[in-house]
């Protein structure tokens, strides 16, 4: 009876090992269970975080985009009791209120305004753009142009040196002589002949900020904008002084105005007007001066070109002899030239050639010996350059047969 107890109690106590061996399997199998769930849990919940939050920000969107267009105004006048005269984008004016959450001082005559389009009262100020490229303004804090990379206008320079350059850096000679510098200097030629060099070499030497402004670019669509256009050119002007405002293709903004002209025409009439406006200095210019130029000078209305306003023409002309070699020994200054050059000769050649031809006659004569894998430009390809630049036909067969051909 003993052995037999004995056999029970080994069995039972093999079985109890066995059974808790079987449950602590289990027990594993069920934790790893356990954190798998959660691991999922915690997933799904990060899940859930992020489509609430993109949820939001849809809707955000949504209400965005269902949010009342405004209407854009100037404000004319501010009036009592919080009323400010506005003028809609439409062109009438209307006298509205404006929002209490508009900081004082923020409203002035002339800034743009956000109006309600139910009521039209103001509800926001307009940051006025100083974007260059859409007020068609190239700013330039300062040109890489000096007088030394312009040949043969040194006449010209003396008078942009005196007239800008010195009003610039050396008002005081002016206040002891007792006379205004003058308002406005127009550079007027031939096509190429520099007048934008000029321009940019002036504002290098005064360490200037340059504005670039092309005429054309202040003919817009819609009424007013023009005149705006210019205001803002002078008003960026201003804030940047020193300054230099250079208008480019002046004729395509001042041309004669005639009685008969059409909306077009009298759009463009006044973008003219509000440019002599400025340039009469109603409204100080501070350290600003004014450089035009033109090919059409011909054309140009006398109210633009009186003394007062442009109190300065000067003529640039095509370049002579001599001033051809100056040039072509400006461009090809970096250039890797044979013994056998003559600049007498080429300028000879390149008769009737304006300073942007020769820089292309120097640039077609360095492609001849890039195309002959040569070791320097010889007096060969140049004159093989100027046949082609100053050949219509020429210049028809090399772009008809490729820049390698």
Not at 271 to 286: A, C, K, V
């Amino acid at each position: 009876m003993d052995a037999d107890a004995d056999i029970d109690s080994t069995e039972f106590s093999k079985y109890v090992v066995d059974r808790m061996q079987q449950l602590e399997l289990k027990n594993n199998l069920l934790e790893k269970q356990y954190q798998k769930v959660e691991t999922e849990k915690q997933l799904a919940e990060d899940q859930r975080l992020k489509y609430e939050r993109e949820l939001r920000k849809l809707r955000s969107e949504l209400d965005k985009l269902k949010t009342t267009p405004q209407l854009v105004g100037t404000l004319v006048n501010i009036l009592d009791e919080g009323k400010s005269i506005v003028r809609s984008s439409t062109g009438p004016e209307f006298i509205v209120g404006s929002s209490q959450f508009i900081k004082d001082g923020e409203l002035k005559p002339g800034v743009q305004v956000a109006l309600n389009k139910e009521h039209l009262s103001i509800v926001a100020v307009i940051p006025r753009s100083e974007d260059p490229l859409v007020q068609a303004m190239e700013v330039i804090e300062s040109p890489d142009i000096d007088y030394d990379q312009i040949g043969g206008l040194d006449k010209q320079i003396e008078v942009l040196r005196g007239a800008v350059e010195f009003a610039l850096t050396k008002p005081e000679i002016f206040e002891r002589i007792g006379i205004d510098p003058p308002k406005g200097v127009l550079l007027f030629g031939p096509p190429g002949t520099g007048k934008t060099l000029l321009a940019k070499a002036v504002a290098t030497r005064t360490d200037a900020t340059f504005i670039r402004v092309v005429g054309s670019e202040l003919v817009q669509k819609y009424i007013g904008e023009g005149a705006r256009m210019v205001r803002d050119v002078f008003e960026m002007a201003r804030k940047k002084a020193p300054a230099i405002i250079f208008i480019d293709e002046l004729d395509s903004i001042g041309a004669v105005r005639l009685d008969d002209a059409s909306s077009g025409g009298r759009e463009v009439q006044r973008t003219l007007m509000q440019l002599l406006s400025e340039m009469d200095g109603f409204n100080s210019r501070g350290d600003v001066c004014i450089l035009a130029a033109t090919n059409r000078w011909d054309i140009l209305d006398p109210a633009l070109v009186r003394a007062g306003r442009f109190d300065r023409l000067v003529y640039v002309p095509m370049p002579d002899r001599e001033a051809c070699v100056k040039i072509l020994l400006i461009h090809t200054e970096k250039m890797r030239l044979s013994d056998d050059i003559d600049f007498d000769r080429i300028a000879a050649l390149a008769d009737g050639a304006n300073g942007a031809s020769l820089r292309a006659i120097a640039m077609e004569a360095g492609m001849c010996a890039v195309r002959e894998d040569a070791d320097a430009v010889h007096q060969k390809d140049f004159e093989d350059a100027i046949k082609h630049i100053m050949n219509p036909e020429g210049m028809v067969d090399r772009y008809s047969e490729g820049m390698f051909a």
